[in-house]
């Protein structure tokens, strides 16, 4: 009976509380609505929030809704690209950069993740090719890039390599958008 008596209590007390409401959404249960009078966030600056949160879907809707104000830019598709690196989405993400580096041939970060696809898609010749034209541009002032260079120099140095054998590299984020590509130590 004092249990019961405990709970009526308590629920008298959260419903007192849950009743005075906040004043600025007056007494609506609902959510406030979009406010009108306020300008949108830019949606290439939201996307790369996202794209640093790891939240590579909600990246890719925002990257989208920032082309309608910037365009299709290199900075636009650059992240789209990145995201879609992030998702796993190889051919996706080579035809975005590709595309990036076609509007903007003097970005690094561009070329490194052009390059970190092209890495694994086992495209080796290529991927050196332009991970050398990222650390040039670069004046070889990124670690990332320069790892990801001797990686694939290391890679394309070892004539045994076995495609089937199990990889033992990891894809690291780095920066906004920029990839690093790390061996798993054990």
Not at 173 to 183: E, F, N, P, Q
Request: net charge negative; aromatic share 6%.
């Amino acid at each position: 009976m004092a249990r019961a008596g405990v709970l009526l209590f308590v629920s008298c007390a959260l419903t007192a509380a849950c009743g005075q409401g906040d004043a600025r959404l007056g007494d609506s249960p609902f959510a406030p609505g979009v406010a009108r009078n306020q300008e949108a966030v830019d949606g290439l600056l939201v996307g790369n929030r996202l794209l640093d949160a790891g939240e590579y879907e909600l990246a890719i809707d925002a990257y989208s809704r920032g082309a309608l104000n910037h365009g299709m830019s290199a900075d636009i598709l650059a992240g789209l690209g990145a995201a879609n690196l992030g998702l796993g989405r190889l051919h996706t993400a080579e035809r975005l950069l590709r595309q990036a580096v076609e509007k903007n041939e003097t970005s690094p970060e561009i070329w490194n993740n052009l390059g970190v696809v092209l890495l694994e898609r086992g495209q080796l010749g290529e991927a050196e090719l332009v991970f050398k034209r990222a650390y040039a541009l670069d004046d070889g002032q990124s670690d990332s890039i320069r790892d990801n260079l001797r990686l694939v120099l290391a890679k394309s140095e070892n004539k045994d390599y076995d495609d089937t054998q199990e990889q033992d590299y990891k894809l690291i984020r780095r920066g906004s958008s920029d990839y690093l590509i790390r061996t798993i130590s054990e």
